[in-house]
C-alpha cells in the first residue's frame, strides 16, 4: 500500500484545474520548489493584529508544503498564538517549520530568489521581481494590495481583519503555484479563477463594536477537524473572549490532515483531534471522545443552548438539527467554496439548507488550508456576532463563498434559508411550508 503524502489531500484539488496527466510527484514537487518570503518589522509585529496577521499567513501557507523565508525581528508575543510553542515570535514560527511538512522548511531570509513575497502593513519591502502583496486591515477587515501602494500599520488589538488578509493572501500562493504547474499543461476552460489579482478585501464587521470582554455562552462543537480547528484557531486568538466549549471527536491525526488542521503539528500524528485543541490548555474547552450517532446522541443530550457543526458527514447535521439547540451554526467546504449557516426556531433548518447527502461513503474530500480556514472564520464571526447582539439577519443567514477570487464582487453571496417541504428533519418551518 502505497504511503500516504501529507499534502495527499490537496492534490486532487490541484488536479481539478490541470487538464492532462500529472503525477502526484509533479504537483508536490511544484509545492516544494516554490519558496515565498514573509517580510515585517517590529512596529508593524509589536502590535496582536500584526502577530496574528503574521502567524495564520504562515500557518496556513507552510501547510501547502511550500519553502518559507521569514525576514522579522525576534519579538516577544503579546498572546496565544497555538500552535506556536514558547513565547517568541520568530523562534516560535521557524520551530513551527520543522514540525510540520516533511520536506519543507522555514528559514531566515538571506535575500535569495523568492517567487512571491509577502509584506506586513507599512513595514519598507525592498524591490523584488516576483508577485508581492502588502497585507493591511483594521479590526473587522482585511485586505491585500500591491507592495507599491502605502499601507497603514497594524495597530488594533482585535485580529479578526489580521486573520480576513491572512487568508486573502495564502490563496494567492496557492495559485500562483498552480499557475506554475499549468505552464507545461493544458488548462481547463475556467483559468480566470486562478489569474493573478491585484487587490481584494472583505470586511466581517461593517462598523461593529469590538467586545472589551466577553464571557460566551457555553457551546457544542461537533468535530474537531479542520474546520473546528480553524474555528478554535480565531476564537482563542480574540482578547478578552472567554470559552466555554465542549468538543465531540473521536478521529485520530494522521498525516494527511497536517495540510488544514490548523492547530496541528506533525508531532500530534497519532493523536486524537481533541487531544490537540485541548493541548494547547487555552480556555474551558471539555473533550469528548465520541462520534455523535443516533445510537449515543441520547449519552450527550441536552446538548448546549448553542451547537456548531464542522463535521462533512450530512446526516451529522441532521441528527444535530433534529435535536432543535437554540442556535446551530453549521459550516463546511466542497472544493473550492464554504457554506457557513445558522439556524434559530422557527427558520429554515440546517436539513432545509443541507437537504441532499450527495457525499460518498468513505470518500476522501480534497482539502486546502486556505479555503477550511474561511469557513471556520466564517463561523467564528457568526457566533461572536450572536454573542455581542448583532447576529446577522435572515436575508444573511447562509454565506457561499469562494476564495479563489476575492476581488470578485460576487465573491461572497449571502442569502436566507428556504424551508424545503422535504426537509430530512421535518423541522417547524418545512411544516409550515407544507401546511401553506
Ligand atoms: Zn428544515
Known sequence: MKKQHELDRMIPLVREMVVGDCSDEEIIAAFQNFRVTCIGD???LSTHSGQVALVTLISLVARMGVQIDIRIPEIEL???QPPLNGCYLRSGILDLGSDLIPGSAITCWDNGKVDVALVMGDTAAPRLDCASWRLVGTAWSGTIHPIERKGAAWSDAWPIGAMVAAALA?????KAVVRQIQ???PTPFWLEYV???RDAAWDFGHGLPIPHHLDMDQFDMVSGGAVSQALYFALMRLPEVHLRSRVFDNDTTDNTNLNRNLLSRYRHIGMKKIDVIRSYDIQNITAVCARLTEVNIHDYVPLAPSVLVGADDIPTRW???SCFPQWLGVCGTSHFGTLTSSHTKGEACAGCLHWHD???VGEIIPTVSFISFWAGLALAV??????IGRPYSTREQALWLVPLRMDDPNAGFWSTVSPRADCPVQCQASRAAIAR
Open 42 to 44: 517590529a512596529n508593524n
Open 78 to 80: 503579546f498572546g496565544v
Open 170 to 174: 495564502a490563496s494567492e500562493v496557492f
Open 183 to 185: 505552464l507545461s499543461k
Open 195 to 197: 489569474d493573478q489579482i
Open 319 to 321: 441528527l444535530i438539527q
Open 358 to 360: 450527495e457525499q460518498g
Open 382 to 387: 457568526r457566533v461572536l456576532r450572536k454573542e
